[in-house]
């Protein structure tokens, strides 16, 4: 496995210069940038990966389609592009047009002694029809892929399931936007 080395962030989100390899950024806390795509089908379902059993945080657990860290010289929508590539095999080819940026807030947690993620996060939303079959899950990353409905998934993070990767202001976004988008709460 390649070595990730990060852009390291001050606290207000600019660059500092410095680069340093994904496990030292995460055991000492400093600010960096990730994406996180949310993919929703024209059933309103929204896909979700299942993390990989060997993941240093949260293993196993069920978590947003897609996600991860901005590599060191990346863009957001270049790191989107190519998670989306990596954890599931998804070509976006128009990166512009079909992804949606939606939100850009930070976040700090603790999901182990020795890891700290200090992040600043780029929210996107791809709107696709995806047969599972298709889909090219990278075993480093993701056991499975699964849909569930815009109100099974409500339902889940409500009564804080605890095989969900807690990430409430994502999920509160994801939530607003999709209520919008169909004119109201879809209970379906």
């Given at each position: ?13 600019n ?8 496990e ?21 379902e ?9 993941k ?19 863009d957001?929508w ?8 990596e ?21 700090s947690t603790r999901s182990?002694?020795?890891f ?26 993701v ?35 999709l209520?919008?988008?169909?004119g109201?709460t879809?209970?379906?």
């Amino acid at each position: 496995m390649t070595k990730e080395y990060f852009d390291v962030l001050y606290e207000q989100g600019n660059k500092t210069g410095k680069t340093k390899l994904r496990e030292e950024v995460h055991r000492d806390g400093d600010w960096h940038r990730a994406v996180n795509i949310f993919i929703v089908n024209s059933k309103n379902e929204i896909l979700l990966q299942r993390r990989s059993p060997d993941k240093d945080s949260y293993p196993g657990m069920l978590d947003i389609s897609c996600g991860g860290h901005l590599s060191a010289g990346d863009d957001i929508w270049m790191a989107a592009v190519r998670e989306l590539e990596e954890e599931l095999g998804l070509q976006v080819s128009t990166p512009l047009t079909e992804l949606q940026h939606v939100d850009s807030f930070r976040s700090s947690t603790r999901s182990a002694p020795d890891f700290i993620n200090n992040s600043f996060n780029e929210m996107f939303m791809l709107y696709r029809d995806i047969d599972l079959q298709d889909l090219r899950l990278q075993a480093e990353e993701v056991s499975e892929a699964i849909f569930v409905s815009l109100a099974d998934f409500r339902d889940m993070v409500n009564r804080d399931c605890p095989d969900l990767v807690p990430h409430p202001r994502m999920y509160q976004k994801l939530f607003s936007i999709l209520d919008n988008k169909n004119g109201g709460t879809d209970r379906n």
